[in-house]
């Protein structure tokens, strides 16, 4: 990275925006840097796959929100953990390694969405996986984001020979040609610890001179003009340009605390015309109450379903 100048600033470095920085950084002339809130994924949990029992009720590495109480659940407020750390959601997830359904990429595709099919998505998951059973026509075995395989336990045998004698079929992969049915799902973990985007893409890449990660460093506001191409944004850094290629400056703490978060506002309340505003993006928030609501009440009625109870009365007050 030549002095203060970056090619693209990334700004989060969780799943997406570790890979991001990643990939665009093995190219020796692009120049990254890439923000994260949260700090270093130092802490022991971070890598031990069940620590997610210690992390996801840690306001340390977690952003531990909470929805507004919801009316749809009885006024509850629903919390909502997400990473804050680098590797972000997938440094305390619960480290499931099931892509979506072959069907909703075709039907993504059918919509008219170029490159979302499955057989156009399959390239990148295999690109992306490592997978202890090897690579094949459907998986990648060695890719940076390790992939194993759960010990089977007699408990669980006992289970899915049950599942079997209900007429459930047994699916060695759940990432195969077909998806359903009974049996064990594979980790995103490498040798018994944790594959975070963290540990998969920036411990190769933080060495590489054109990428720059600075922790601690949470953007505030993104700046408009107007002119679609002008792009400020506040944190650790202060960007002061943005056309193809971004200059930047870094902030004291003082000057970091002094940023006031709560002068955001809503996009669709800029005046026509303005030209630097503050925005945020309040769709976002009311998405994330309605998934909330939702996936609470797919739970009440699943657990209706199995049980023969009907617990879908305090949902509908
Ligand atoms: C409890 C839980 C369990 C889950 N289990 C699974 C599972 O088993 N399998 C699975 O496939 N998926 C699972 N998921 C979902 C998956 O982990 C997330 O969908 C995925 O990690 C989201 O990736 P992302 O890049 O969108 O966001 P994140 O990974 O959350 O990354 C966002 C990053 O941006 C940073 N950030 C946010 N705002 C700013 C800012 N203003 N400035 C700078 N940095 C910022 C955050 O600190 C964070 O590091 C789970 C999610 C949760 C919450």
């Known amino acids: 990275m030549e002095g203060d100048i970056a090619h693209y600033i990334v700004v989060g470095a969780g799943s997406a925006g570790a890979v991001i920085a990643a990939r665009l950084t093995e190219d020796p002339k692009v120049s990254v840097v890439l923000l994260e809130a949260g700090g270093r994924d130092r802490n022991l949990w971070l890598h031990i796959p069940l620590g997610y029992g210690k992390t996801m009720t840690d306001a340390r590495v977690n952003w531990m929100y909470k929805t ?64 202890v059973r090897g690579g094949d026509d459907l998986h990648g075995g060695d890719g940076p984001l390790g992939v194993s395989d759960l010990e089977s336990h007699p408990l669980c045998e006992a289970f899915i020979a049950g599942a079997q004698e209900a007429g459930i079929p047994r699916n060695p992969d759940f990432n195969g040609r077909i998806q359903e049915g009974v049996g064990y799902f594979q980790l995103t973990t490498r040798r018994g610890f944790r ?50 290629a971004v200059e930047f400056q870094l902030l004291s703490d003082e000057e970091c605390k002094s940023i006031n978060l709560s002068r955001t506002k809503p996009i669709d309340a800029m005046a026509e015309g303005e030209t630097a505003q503050t925005v945020c ?37």
Not at 77 to 88: A, D, S, T
Not at 98 to 114: K, P, S, Y
Not at 217 to 242: H, P, S
């Open 68 to 131: 507004e109480p919801e009316p749809n659940c009885a006024g509850r407020e629903i919390f909502w953990p997400r990473g804050k750390v680098l590797g972000g959601t997938s440094a305390i997830n619960g480290l499931v390694y099931i892509r979506g359904q072959v069907e909703d990429f075709d039907h993504w595709r059918q919509l008219g969405n170029e490159g979302w099919s499955f057989e156009d998505v399959l390239p990148h998951f295999k690109r992306a996986e490592g997978n």
């Open 195 to 244: 594959s975070s985007t963290s540990v998969a893409y920036l411990r190769k890449a933080r060495s590489r001179p054109n990428l720059r990660i600075v922790t601690g460093a949470q953007a505030t506001r993104v700046l408009l003009d107007g002119k679609t191409i002008a792009f400020e944004m506040v944190a650790k850094l202060e960007v002061r340009n943005y056309s193809a």
């Open 281 to 317: 993006l309040a769709d976002v928030a009311e998405a994330a109450k309605k998934t909330a609501a939702w996936n609470t009440r797919r739970a009440v009625e699943l657990f209706s379903f199995v049980t023969g109870l009907n617990a879908a009365v305090p949902l509908d007050r």
